[in-house]
């Protein structure tokens, strides 16, 4: 194909953007449609011998579940360029998108080569789930503007980004990724300090944990527990965040009255909650229940049909909002809490436009 890369401008968004995606695994596959399909020049590093082949047989996937309708693979395809070589492949690019394997001694040697070869304005990202910037910047002469922007999977539908930026992180790198994503209707959300696991997959992890003690102590199947949170906290969730939902169970008096009198008893159940082993009793349960329950879809009809309902959802909640008063602070807490609130009704900013309004989207501390 040929590959127009823009001029880069004094803020360093350009007119036209190429991004250079390295590794192509689950989250690498995600992230290189999602960029195509935004009408990104997007160069594939990869050290799979067959990554063209694997790439471009993945896109009909991808293709056909993208935020806003199924695209044309043979489109999204006629923008990727495939470049082995690490340094022709950073070259030139505006973004960097790493999804290696987690490996601190490859991504550190990755990141400083990768460093050395982008262009001074390029932002460096990182979609680690572990590691922090500081340690993947270490071996950089300039890590300022490398972060985290840790998505959750699948990439190129669930809106989450998490930002995560380092001691020597330029604010104005930090400011371009939140505009360089929600460029794309996504939802960065930036973290006030480095924690392990980030936020999004201690929040998981919590509910992993307890949902394997469940199964494991024979009170629900695999399937039962799928079932429970689909039903129950998974579409509460998907309108409202754990702390407004809360505030509403305290009725007018809201968090005050719930904390007064529901939340007293928190430590005492806090206390009580699972803390199973992973072993093979544990491991062995779960798998056999997990086969008995969907053992016999194939992993590509089970990420069609989960995408196909997450897509449907995170529109019909966009739509919804959409249509809904806008009431004091409602927007920040619904895009911290939710996800794209207009991305999905209405077509994406292109990064210049997201650009000119730079203002984070934070946790509450």
Do not use: C
Request: hydrophobic share 40%.
């Amino acid at each position: 194909m040929s590959e127009t890369t823009g001029t880069p401008a004094a803020d360093g968004t350009a007119t036209a953007r190429t991004v250079a995606v390295i590794g192509a695994g689950t989250i690498g596959l995600g992230w290189i449609a999602l960029f195509a399909a935004a009408g990104m020049a997007v160069r594939v590093n990869s050290r799979r011998p067959d990554a063209e082949h694997h790439v471009r047989a993945a896109l009909g996937r991808y293709a056909a579940t993208l935020p806003g309708g199924p695209r044309d693979p043979q489109e999204l395809a006629a923008r990727l360029r495939f470049e082995p070589d690490l340094a022709r492949a950073v070259e030139g690019a505006h973004v960097v998108q790493e999804n290696t394997p987690e490996d601190l001694a490859l991504k550190r040697d990755l990141f400083a080569r990768a460093g050395a070869a982008a262009g001074p304005r390029a932002l460096l990202l990182s979609s680690t789930s572990t590691l922090s910037p500081d340690d993947l910047g270490s071996a950089m002469d300039d890590p300022s503007r490398l972060l985290v922007a840790h998505p959750f999977n699948p990439p190129h539908i669930v809106p989450l980004v998490e930002v995560v930026a380092g001691e020597r992180t330029d604010p104005a790198a930090v400011d371009d990724t939140v505009s360089f994503y929600r460029g794309l209707g996504k939802t960065p959300v930036v973290l006030r300090r480095t924690v392990p696991g980030f936020v999004a997959n201690r929040l998981q992890s919590a509910l992993l944990r307890e949902s394997i003690h469940l199964v494991r102590e024979g009170v629900v199947s695999v399937a039962e527990l799928d079932g429970i949170v689909t039903a129950s906290i998974g579409p509460r969730w998907a309108a409202v965040g754990p702390f407004r939902a809360f505030h509403l169970g305290g009725g007018p008096g809201g968090l005050r009255h719930w904390f007064r009198h529901l939340g007293v008893g928190l430590e005492r159940g806090w206390a009580e909650l699972g803390t199973p082993p992973v072993d093979e009793v544990t491991v062995g349960t779960v798998i056999a229940q997990a086969d008995e329950a969907f053992g016999a879809r194939s992993y590509e009809e089970l990420a069609a049909d989960r995408d196909t309902v997450q897509n449907a959802v995170i529109e019909a909640v966009a739509r919804t909002r959409a249509g809904a008063p806008d009431t004091a602070g409602g927007r920040a807490d619904d895009a911290a809490a939710g996800g794209p609130l207009e991305a999905r009704s209405k077509p994406a900013r292109s990064p210049l436009e997201a650009r000119s309004s730079p203002a984070r989207e934070q946790l509450p501390s």
